[in-house]
């Protein structure tokens, strides 16, 4: 399992669009937890999602894999709410200037296409490998499961390579 996650973790930060997209994600952890700023996001997840239960931005931590797992999870689900959230701040003149110079500058780098296509495929690949990795850290690990379930895992990524055009059809889409 450790070396997995090290392997994953090493084959994703040689891409600079994944390191901007976990440094945008990180940014926004950060940026959220300013009590008015966190605020203004939960309200708009209610309004938006229209939820009583709204989702906390996760930290992230490069070498946890699940950690970049629930931040992308968590982004994905939450895109809208968060877009209007940094829209609300960055036109309220009530704002400080570093809460409304942040917001405008974190709303430019989520809009971009590079970051939302980028988000979308690290989804896809957590989906791969999260539940592998997850039960490989599992306390009583059976050996042919874990081999059986590495190879499906090597198999849907390879299926994913093979079939890029139309991996990038339904990522557009």
Same mark, same amino acid.
């Given at each position: 399992?450790?070396? *997995? ?9 040689? !891409?600079? $669009?994944?390191? !901007?997209?976990?440094? &945008?994600?990180? =940014?926004?952890? =950060? ?21 009583? !239960?709204?989702? $906390? /931005? ?8 699940? %950690? ?9 689900? &939450? ?7 940094? +829209? =609300?701040?960055?036109?309220?003149? %009530?704002? +400080? ?18 970051? #939302? &296509?980028? #988000? ?5 690949? /957590? ?14 690990? +059976? ?5 059986? *379930? ?6 849907? #990524?390879?299926?994913?390579? !093979?079939?890029? +055009? ?8």
């Amino acid at each position: 399992s450790h070396r *997995l996650n090290l392997v994953i973790a090493a084959a994703m930060s040689c !891409n600079i $669009q994944v390191k !901007n997209a976990f440094g &945008i994600l990180q =940014e926004l952890y =950060e940026y959220f937890c300013g009590h008015k700023r966190h605020d203004i996001l939960l309200t708009h997840q209610q309004r938006v999602a229209n939820t009583n !239960n709204p989702l $906390q /931005l996760k930290r992230v931590q490069s070498t946890r894999w699940t %950690s970049l797992a629930s931040a992308v999870n968590t982004v994905k689900r &939450i895109f809208r709410s968060i877009l209007s959230s940094l +829209d =609300e701040i960055s036109s309220d003149p %009530s704002m +400080d200037v570093a809460s409304v110079s942040g917001a405008i500058g974190l709303a430019k780098r989520l809009r971009d296409f590079k970051f #939302i &296509i980028t #988000i979308c495929f690290l989804h896809d690949v /957590l989906q791969v490998w999260g539940p592998i990795i997850r039960h490989l850290q599992g306390m009583a690990v +059976d050996l042919t499961i874990a081999v059986a *379930l590495l190879s499906s895992g090597m198999k849907k #990524i390879t299926d994913m390579r !093979n079939n890029a +055009d139309q991996l990038w059809t339904t990522l557009l889409s």
